[in-house]
Each structure stands twice: as C-alpha cells, then as structure tokens.
C-alpha cells in the first residue's frame, strides 16, 4: 500500500517533471526541473534497494553534471531565445500527443510479450550476483573484478573526454 | 494494480523515455536537447535498476555506473561543442546548425 | 507508528531548531571573537554582554521589507535561498550525535557519500541566485562561486576516499566506531587528508580565506548583493549550517566524533562522565571556532591563486594522499 | 723469463704514451727520455730473460708464455678432418728467438740513444712521433720475434711493415720519402700476400700454427723428393721473406726507403725488420729442411740477390744507397745459408750483420749530419780530419763486412761460405765473388768520404741549396764537424760489437768450438730429431783453412784495390767507369730494375685498371643506365594505362555516384532533429514489423 503510493507518487512527479523540463520557456527552468527530477529519480533508486547508485545519481548527475548545464546556460546567455519565432509550449504540446501514440504502441509491446513469455525470474545473466541491501561493498567489488575492463575503458573514456572539453572550449591563446 | 511489478517500472521508464525523444525532437534550444538525453538515459537506469531489484543481479547497478560515467563524458564533450559553437556563431539554435547538409 | 514516524519526526523538529539556533549564537560567536582579536568588545547592548544580540539579528532580518528586483526571475529568485538552506539542514540527518540510535535519525550505509552529495546540491541556490536577480555582480559570483565550489569538491571527495580505505567503510557510526576500536583519531593517521579537508571545508563554505563569492571589495556583497530581508537570512543561515556540517564532518571522521579523547586508555575514563553529544557539539564548536579564528587572520586570496591552489596544489596532494593510504593499506 | 711479455710492451706503452700525449705535450728531452727508458728497461729484461735461458740444460731451452686467449676454439676443415682453430695471445722463448731478442733490444737502444742527437733539429711534435713510431716498431718487432705461433707472428710482421712505412715516409712534406713509402708498402704487400697464404697452408696441412707443433709434426714426415705440399708451403713462406728481407723480385723497395731518417735505416733496414725473413725462414728451418727443392730455390735467390747487388753497389755514389745495396747483398748472404742447410750460419751472420751495418749506417748518419744533409760520397772526402771517431768506428765496420780477421764479417761470412762450398762450388763461387765486390765497395765509400782531399761545399758563410731546404733546419752549417756524444757513444759501443761479436762463432778449424751454432741448434731440430745429414762430409780442416786464407786475401786485394783507385790514383776510377762504359751504365741504373717493373708491373696495373674502368663505364653503367630507361618507359606506359583506363573507371564510378545522389541527397537536410526523427520511424517500423511478425 505504502509502497505503491510512493510509488505513484514519484513516477507522477518524475513524468510530470520531465514533461516541464522538455517545455519550459527558460532554459534555466529546465535546468531546475531537471535537477528536482534526477533528485526523485534517486528516491526512486533508494526505494529499489539501491543506495549507492541514489547516492552517484546526486552527486554525479545532480551535483556534477547538471551544474555544468547550467553553467553553460550562463554562459550562453543569449540576448534572444532560440526559439523565438515558435512557440516551445505549442510543439511540446503536439510533441507530446505523438508521444503518447507511441507509448501505447509500446505499452501494447511490453504487456503482450510479459503475456506471451513468462515473466523472468531469478538470475538471468550468468555473471548474475545476488546482493542484499545495503550493497556498497559488493558492487565495488564487482565492479573491480567482474568488470574491471570497462571500469578501467570508463576511466579512459572520461579522461579523454575531460581533454576533449578543455580543447574545446578553451580560447586559443591569440583569438 | 497496488502492487508495484517491474513493468510498472518499464513503464514509467518508457514514458519518461518518450517525454526524453519528444524533447530531442521538438527543442531548437540544443542546451534543452542534451537534458533531454539526460532524461532518456535516465530512463533506461530506471529500468536497469528496477530489473537489478527484481533479478536479484548487481549487473543492472553497474552497467547504471557505467552509463552515468558516459554521461559525464557526454556533457562535457557536448556542452564543449556548444561553447564553442556559441563562440563562433553566437546561436544554440539547432536549425542553424546545419552546414553539413547537402 | 510511533518507532517509525513520530519520533523521527520529532528529531527531526528538535535538530533543526537546534541547528537553527545554533547558527544564530554562532553569528554572536563569530562577532565576539573577531572583535577580541581585533581588540574590541563586540556587541554588548543587547543582554548581558550582548548575549541577546543572537536574537536580536532574526528578528531585525524577518521585519525587514523583502525587495524583489523587477528584472528579476521571480521564482528562481525565491527557490534559491531554499535550494542553498534545505540541503544543509537535509545533511544532518546522517551526522550522529551519539553512539546509540537515540542520537541519530538514520545511520545509512553510505552516510559519507550522501553527506557529500547532499552538500554539492547547495551550489545551485548560489548559482541561481546569482542568476535569479538578474545582476551584473551577482551573476560573477555566482559563476566564480559554482566553479569554486565545484573544484574543491573533487579534492575533497579525492580526500574522503583514502579516509574511506583506511576505516572500510562509508556509514558515519562506523567510521567513528573504527576509531575506537583502533584507539586513534583518523586526524593522526591521516594527517594530510586533515588539512585538505578542512582547506577543502573552507573553501566549500565560501569562508575567509576563500570567500570570494561574497568579496564585498570587489562585488559589492556577492550574489546576494540583490537579496533582503528574509530571504537574505536564508542564505545566512545556509551558509553556517554548512559549516556546522564541515566542523561536524571533520570531527567525525578525523576526531573521533562523540569519543573522549584517548577513548583507549582505561584511566581516563572518568571522562565518559560528560554525555558522548556533549564531547560531539564541544569537538564542533571547537572548530567553528578555528574557522572564526582563520577569518580573523588571513587576508583573502586572489581568485587565480585560488584556483591554482584547489587544482594544482589540493588535488594532486590528494591523488598522492590516495595512493600512498592504497599502498599502506595493501602492504601492512 | 715469465716476465718476457712485458718485453714489447714497454716499448708499446712508451709509443702509446708518445702518440696519444707526448704529441701535444711532450718536450724534446721528454719524448726521448720516454722511448729510451722503456727500451732500456726491455734490454734489461731481455738480458735477464736470455741469462735465464742459458742457465737450462740445453734441450729445454724452450719457454712458453700464454699472456691471454686470443682466436676461441673455431672448427675449421683441414686435411685430417675438422681441425679446431685457436690462437692464444702466446710468446716463446728458445734460442733463436733469444739472441734475436738482444739483438732488437740491443741494437734498438742504441739505436734510440743515436736518435736524441739526430732528431733534435725536429719540431718538438715531430720529434714525439719519431720517438712513437719508433718505439711501435720495436713493439712489433718484438711481437714478431717471440710470437709463437705463426699469426701472433703475423701481426708483428704487418706490424713492422706499417711503422716501416710511417718511418720511410717521417718526412712527409718531401715527394720522394711519401713515394719510397708507398713503394715499401706495397712491395711488401706482396710478399705478405705470399706469407699469409703459407699460413692458410699450414693450418689446413698441420691443423695447428704454433711454430712447435708445426715443427714436431713436420719432423715426422719424410723427407719430399718432388714438389709436395711442405715445399708449396716453404715456396709461399720465403715469397713472405722476400718480401721482408728484400730478395729478388722484391728488393726494389729497399733502396728507395733511403729517404728515411738515418736511425731508421739502420734499425730497420739494416738491423731488424728486413732480418725478419731470414729470422721466419730460421724459424721453420725443420720444414724447410723437408722441401729440399725449395732449398735449392732459396739458395739460389739468395747468392744472385747478394751477387745483384754487390754489382750495382760498385757504382753507387749516394752513401745511404750503397750501404742499402750492401744490406740487400748481405741478406742473400744470409738467404744463401739458410738455403744449404746452415740455418746456424745465416743466424750468425743476422746478428754480426746487424752490429756492423748498424755502425756502417749510424756512421753515415752521423757523416750526413756533419755534412749538413749532404749524402753524395763524391762531395765529401777527407772528412777523416773533421769527424774522427765517425772515421774509425765505419772503418771497424768496413773492415769487419769485408770479412778481415778477427773481426766479426769473418767468421760469420766464412762459415756461410765453407758451408756453401760444402754444398755447392757453383754457388760458393758466386758467393766468393760478391764476396770480394763486397770488400771493394765498402772501401771505396771509406776511401771516397773519408780519404783523400776534400771536395764539399765551402763554408763560413749560410749554405744554401737544395739539401738545406728539404731539411728545413734553416741553422747556419760552420763546416763539417762531429756529432755530439749521443751519436758517436752508440757507434763506439757498436763498433766493439763489430769486433768482438765474431769470437762466439769461432770454428773447430781456427781452434774454436763454435759456440753460437750449439747454442742455436736446437732451435733448427725438431728437439733432436733432424740435422745429422749434413754432418756427413766435412772438409778437412786444412781444406777449410785454405778457403778461409783464400777469401781473405781476395777481401785484401780488394780493399788494396780500392785505396789504389780511389785514393792514390782518383782518376783511374773513372778511367775504369769509360773502359766499361755499357756494363756502367746498366749498374748505375741498378739494371734497369726498377724501369722493368714500371713498364711491367705498374703500367700493366694501370693499363689494367683503366680498362677495367672502361668497362664499368660502358658496359656496366650502360646496363643500369638501360634498366633506368627501360623502367622509365615501362611506367610511361604504366601511366598512361592508369590514366586513362583506371582512372576512367573509377570516374566512372564517381559520376555514377553523383548523378544517383542528386536524387537523394535533399534528405541531407544537415538539421539533427530529421536524423532523430528518421531514426524513430526506423525503430517504430521494426516494433510494428516485430509485432506483426509473431
């Protein structure tokens, strides 16, 4: 009972949010949408016994990420918003009637074939580890056994990513 | 219907994933258009967490590290591109990036 | 019902209006001492040696006019000095005052990386409200203050990490009970992550030496330049919650959090006469007091000193911090 | 004797420290001081070395020092199968190479003491590298004399032919001494190529080079009547020691490295290096005795060489040049003993010889130092009044060369005679003649610069000519004069050798016991195995007595001769010089020699040469340069075919491209958000295909 009303609660909040987020006027209101969302979507994580990656999806996402969003929104401060010659709310509007075609169509998808194929169980992968709750310890030792490889590639990745942004944006010395 | 089954979970994943694609298609604003990528890619770690709770599977919590870490790159990288592109073109205005058309 | 709502509730009711009171004796604090170490007296009108002032600052911040600007984004501009107190007052829902759940309202397993994560959330009141008021002073600081506060997280999580490997774990009552069973404070054993930690808190905070997003001299007053009233008290009270939580954070992972000092030596043990929160709020006072004291002397640095120092200086201590604890702790 | 390794080092050492420092630092004095104390140490050692060989029973006076492994085990093939090829770094002593090590130590020293004084008019670089190289040579002749295997010995020789050639061509700035250098070189390049080819022989023969084993196992092989492999080797070895020794073909060097300084003549060309091949040719006297036919050979080469040059010497005027043609005869001589069986005698005569031409040369040196450069006999005369000591210690020289008794030519030509004769009266013959030819010219050169009246320059006032300059000393010449004491002390110490070296050699016949043939014998056998053959006929001794008497009165009348022709009646020399006006000219022009090798051997080298580079030219460089055209023809075609066929398809290709993509390239719309809405509709299809498709 509880669980499913907290449930209802936040998938209403988050979709609700990410429709706010996609339609907002200021580039600066999605920022804020976005950022109360990615916080729901960790509650959501907590309530799935996954502490740890609630507490990534705050720091990483909320703390990191989206703060950069905003930061280049500053920066970007445009005179004149991009869209002033359509109305954003009006096209979020037919934008979302297409969607929601397609989320039926989707819907009809999932439902038939959880109908038609028995619904998974247990551990499907063959790299499958049980966890408990309260999962730190195991996931960081997965993380640096199992997929020690693309731990280390996701370390590489965010290097060469880091060295990206900096060529990228920073003024060449003499412009 | 009050109990919470992963497709409940898939659901609102595909919703919010929907909402994620609306935006990158409608949005001129290409700053909008990456935090639209950042809900779908969120809508998929809903999913991989949900599936990790019912599984029973810590795979689903790391391949989420491993798409946040992606994401990271992503922003950075793309709002780079963007900063730039604002430099030389004061626009973020996604139709008017389009000199590699034909 | 009652285990699992109303007294938590009431915990949390309690430790906010602790913290919230707290801040405003702190403020008293703050003029007292640096008015000692100027050689003045500091407020004394208000009650017996001013003592009242604490209350009297609230009072004159609530009845003053609220003024938003015209230009301004109304409803950013009112979310921000939320978005800067909540997440500081959220942060002491893991800090424990004692050994025994009494003194806490939850001991999660990841107590260190929420509090860290919690905090980093505070950077967007500054930011928006730098933005929200739509001004050309508050907007730099906001800016400078988001890209400071940004730069001295890594360090200080990069810090926290080689704290983690050596107490293996992350919840904060298991940090403190490792430091009792190793009969050390962590401050001894990692004495470099110390000082980045609390270098690290400073700059975080936004206090002196590191207070460039309020540098009056050269913002006229910082991204709150455009703030009053109220809302101005938020950000006021934000802003010494959070170092609260930074004098909290360093007592409980470098001193031992509510222990006694030598909590190995048997003998001392008449000490344990004063409560474990009473030890906990002493260490934290202890603290804030060294952060009022270093306001007191330093002057402030420049804002490309500042960057060097977090980037070139905090974090390659710290990556080395990390490696040499990484090396120690596979070796012995 | 365990020491005998450091023999030639020191003078290596003091070369090394010459070379490599005392060209930029040393002074004169220094320079000299180095190169003289290390050979005078190297005497010392040699002489306690030698003490300590006699003090063994004479059949073990044979000791090996092995100072380090040189050439590891390399299996090779050889007649018996695979042999293993290995050199170790290894000196030996035995009797032979013991007096040759005094006589090189001995002579050396004297030799580098006389050099203070000749060279002191050098630059002070210069007088360095003389004292370097000179101390190289010894280094190597050393090297060459205790080697104990034939390649150890190898390096030595090649050794002292390269400071042979650095000493000829010392005064490098002057055409001539470069020329004589390269001449000497070359010449003996050839004698080397003969040599080395003997050694490649006796490895695959003997599956070993070490002179001992060699002759052990040469010992046990019969004697060869024909021509077999032991005289192939033998013929191959002394074409080596012509090389070295100056024997025809290969004289012509010698003469020519006259150009050198006058100390080098005498240790090298006179005393050491050019004995090195009659000293080889001792060495292996076992395999020589086992080629009879190459004996015969070498006997002959011998006495003509020494018969050759006697002639040409008569007419010489160049006091350096006669002496050469002397030293050249004196090796046949030696060539000649070796060659009927007389090893003892050829190295008896090395070593008298080595003292007395040594004096002979040092007494020319020290006369053209007096003369102020000036070499030809028929300006000087009379200088018996001005250089005393020069005039006696080369009249002792001249005397003991002519073969007078007591000194020591006599005993050591007379034994090489007597056991010419018992060999061969043809060749005993010719020997006595050059013999007597030999007493006639060195008399003429005593008569014609020191005798008589005296025919130089006038001086008092700075002498200019020729000479002069190529010397470059630019001091003022105050007449002839004696030469400091560093100069005559060696050729008074030599010119007591000259006298006495003789008495060790004295035959049975004159009441001796000819010592040094006893003490030398057992480096001639295989260690008591071979030489009793010879010993079979012996003259009587009144026989012996008669030869004896005969070849000295001829020496007398020869030298009777001289004096009358060239001091009492100067005008019958040349009285003479018309009556034979022909057979004159062809000496005076060494036969013509030199002339048939430059129209020989040098033109058809050239000629050769030249035609060899015409054809590189035509023939090879028309084959590249043919291989260019072709290639460049080839690809012209190549291009043209990749122009227009290649290209043309894939133009072809191209415009193909261009023309269907003007059709579809309006969806590259460049706006992102077509892209995505593209993709959707893809993914929408395939959900809608999946669906239907269950």
């Not at chain 4, 670089?125 to 004292?131: D, E, I, Y």
Request: hydrophobic letters at 55%.
């Amino acid at each position: 009972m509880a669980e499913a009303l907290l449930f209802y609660t936040l998938a209403a909040l988050i979709l609700g949010l990410g429709v706010m987020v996609v339609s907002a006027r200021s580039a600066v209101h999605s920022v804020l949408f976005l950022v109360v969302n990615f916080l729901l979507v960790a509650v959501l994580y907590v309530t799935l016994n996954a502490e740890f990656v609630a507490v990534i999806q705050v720091l990483v996402y909320a703390g990191g990420i989206v703060v950069l969003y905003l930061f280049v929104v500053m920066l970007v401060n445009l005179k004149q918003a991009p869209e002033r010659f359509s109305d954003p709310r009006r096209l979020a509007r037919s934008g979302l009637v297409l969607g929601g075609v397609v989320l039926a169509l989707i819907v009809v998808v999932v439902s038939s074939s959880l109908r038609a194929g028995a619904a998974p169980e247990g551990t499907l992968s063959g790299f499958g580890t049980p966890f408990t709750s309260g999962n730190t310890e195991q996931l960081g030792w997965v993380l640096y056994t199992s997929y020690l490889i693309p731990f280390e590639l996701a370390s590489m990745l965010l290097l060469v990513a880091m060295v990206g942004a900096i060529v990228l944006a920073k003024r060449h010395l003499g412009e | 219907m009050l109990e919470i089954t992963p497709l409940h979970y898939s659901l609102l994943s595909a919703a919010l994933f929907m909402i994620g694609v609306i935006g990158v298609l409608v949005r001129r604003n290409v700053i909008i258009i990456f935090m639209s990528i950042e809900l779908i890619l969120n809508a998929v770690n809903i999913n991989l967490v949900a599936l990790s709770d019912q599984l029973q599977d810590l795979a689903g919590q790391v391949f989420v590290v491993f798409v946040i870490a992606v994401a990271a790159a992503e922003a950075a990288v793309g709002l780079g591109i963007i900063i730039a592109f604002y430099r030389n073109k004061e626009t973020v205005n996604i139709d008017e990036i389009q000199i590699m058309r034909w | 019902m009652l285990d699992t709502v109303v007294i938590p509730l009431l915990k949390i009711a309690v430790l906010v209006n602790a913290v919230l009171v707290a801040v405003t004796f702190l403020v008293l604090m703050e003029r007292k001492v640096i008015a000692w170490a100027q050689s003045r007296l500091g407020p004394m009108r208000v009650g017996p040696y001013g003592i009242l002032q604490a209350l009297a600052d609230p009072i004159k911040l609530i009845l003053k006019e609220d003024i938003t600007p015209v230009k301004a984004d109304r409803y950013v501009f009112t979310l921000a000095p939320i978005m800067s107190l909540v997440p500081a007052l959220v942060v002491f829902a893991v800090v424990p005052f004692g050994p025994d759940p009494l003194y806490y309202i939850g001991d999660i397993n990841v107590g260190l990386l929420f509090i860290i994560s919690v905090t980093s959330i505070g950077v967007y009141g500054i930011i928006l409200g730098g933005w929200a008021s739509n001004s050309k002073y508050p907007l730099l600081a906001s800016l400078r203050a988001s890209a400071q506060l940004i730069s001295y997280e890594i360090a200080v999580t990069m810090t926290l990490v080689s704290v983690i490997l050596t107490t293996g774990t992350l919840s904060l009552v298991g940090i403190v009970e490792a430091q009792r069973e190793s009969g050390i404070w962590f401050g001894f054993i990692q004495p470099v992550a110390l000082v980045l930690v609390f270098i690290g808190g400073l700059a975080e905070t936004n206090r002196a030496p590191f207070d460039l997003p309020e540098a009056e001299t050269e913002l006229t007053g910082g991204f709150h330049t455009e703030y009053s009233g109220m809302r101005f008290a938020l950000f006021f009270l934000a802003e010494y919650a959070n170092m609260i939580v930074i004098s909290a954070v360093v007592v409980l992972i470098f001193f031992g959090g509510w222990l006694r000092p030598f909590p190995n030596i048997a003998w001392l043990g008449f000490l344990d006469l004063l409560p474990a929160w009473i030890w906990f709020v002493g260490k934290v006072f202890l603290f804030l007091y060294v952060f009022i004291w270093i306001r007191a002397t330093l002057p402030r640095y420049r804002y490309d000193q500042l960057m060097s120092l977090g980037w070139k200086v905090l974090i390659p201590v710290a990556i080395g911090n990390l490696v040499v604890t990484g090396v120690f702790k596979v070796v012995f | 004797m365990d020491l005998i390794w450091l023999i030639p080092l020191l003078p290596g050492l003091g070369a090394a420290l010459n070379g490599l420092v005392g060209i930029r630092f040393f002074s004169k004095q220094t320079a000299g001081l180095v190169a003289v104390s290390t050979m005078a140490v190297a005497f010392v050692l040699s002489v306690v070395a030698f003490l300590g060989l006699l003090g063994l029973p004479a059949d073990e006076r044979y000791h090996e020092v092995t100072v380090a492994s040189w050439i590891p085990p390399i299996p090779l093939e050889t007649a018996n199968g695979i042999g293993s090829f290995e050199v170790p770094w290894a000196f030996a002593l035995d009797p032979l190479s013991g007096m040759m090590l005094l006589v090189v130590t001995g002579i050396g020293l004297l030799i580098h003491v006389y050099s203070v004084g000749y060279i002191a008019h050098e630059p002070r670089g210069g007088v360095a590298r003389f004292f370097c190289y000179l101390n190289l040579f010894c280094f190597f002749m050393l090297t060459l004399v205790l080697g104990s295997s034939f390649l150890v010995m190898f390096v030595g020789w090649e050794g002292v032919g390269l400071c042979s050639y650095l000493l000829i061509g010392y005064w490098y700035r002057k055409q001539s001494a470069s020329d004589a250098g390269k001449k000497a070189f070359i010449v003996n390049r050839i004698g080397d190529w003969g040599f080395i080819l003997g050694i490649f022989l006796v490895f695959f023969t003997f599956g070993t080079l070490d002179f001992r084993e060699v002759a052990e196992a040469a010992a046990g092989m019969p004697v060869e009547v024909g021509f077999g492999v032991l005289s192939l080797i033998c013929l191959f070895l002394f074409i080596g020691a012509t090389g070295k020794s100056a024997q025809i073909p290969l004289y012509v060097w010698l003469p020519d490295a006259m150009e050198g300084p006058t100390p080098v003549s005498a240790l090298i060309h006179a005393a050491t290096m050019v004995t090195a091949g009659v000293y080889m040719v001792c060495r292996n006297a076992v395999l020589f005795s086992h080629a009879p036919m190459v004996m015969e050979v070498v006997a002959w080469i011998g006495v003509l060489t020494a018969f050759m040059a006697a002639t040409i010497g008569l007419v010489q005027t160049d006091i350096k040049r006669v002496l050469a043609y002397s030293t050249v005869s004196q090796l046949g001589y030696m060539f000649l003993a070796t060659g009927v069986g007389a090893f003892a005698a050829g190295a008896f005569h090395l070593m008298t010889h080595a003292f007395f031409k040594a004096l002979l040369f040092l007494g020319s040196g020290s006369v053209i130092h007096g003369m102020n450069e000036e070499q030809d006999m028929r300006r000087m005369g009379g200088l018996k009044a001005y250089m005393p000591t020069t005039f006696w210690t080369m009249a002792i020289g001249a005397v003991a060369i002519a073969g007078i008794p007591p000194l020591a030519g006599f005993f050591s030509k007379d034994e090489i005679l007597y056991r010419t004769f018992l060999h061969s009266q043809a060749l005993w013959g010719i020997g006595a003649l050059t013999a007597v030819m030999t007493a006639f010219y060195m008399f003429r050169l005593i008569n014609m610069t020191f005798l008589g009246r005296y025919r130089g320059p006038e001086w008092g006032h700075p002498a200019g000519g020729e000479a002069h300059d190529d010397g470059g000393h630019g001091h003022a010449w105050h007449g002839p004069h004696e030469s400091p004491r560093t100069m005559t002390a060696p050729l008074m110490v030599l010119a007591v050798g000259a006298v006495f070296a003789g008495f060790i050699g004295v035959p049975a016949a004159l009441g001796g016991s000819n010592v040094i043939e006893h003490f030398l014998e057992p480096s001639f056998t295989a260690f008591g195995a071979f030489h009793a053959a010879e010993e079979a006929h012996h003259l009587s001794h009144t026989a012996e007595l008669g030869l004896m008497a005969l070849s000295v009165l001829l020496a007398a009348g020869a030298i009777l001769f001289a004096y009358r022709n060239y001091v009492q009646q100067p005008a019958a020399a040349d009285e003479m010089a018309r009556t034979f006006a022909g057979p004159h000219r062809v000496l005076t022009n060494k036969y013509y020699v030199d002339e048939l090798y430059g129209a020989t051997v040098v033109r058809g080298t050239m000629e050769g040469a030249n035609g060899l580079w015409t054809v590189d030219q035509r023939v090879v460089d028309g084959a590249v340069n043919g291989a260019g055209w072709t290639t460049i023809f080839s690809s012209w075609v190549s291009h043209v075919l990749d122009k227009y066929v290649v290209d043309g398809l894939v133009n072809l290709v191209a415009w193909v491209c261009a023309e269907a993509s003007y059709l579809f390239r309006r969806a590259q719309t460049g706006l992102i958000q077509n892209y995505a809405f593209a993709t959707l509709l893809g993914v929408f299809a395939f959900v809608t295909w999946y669906l239907l498709a269950r």
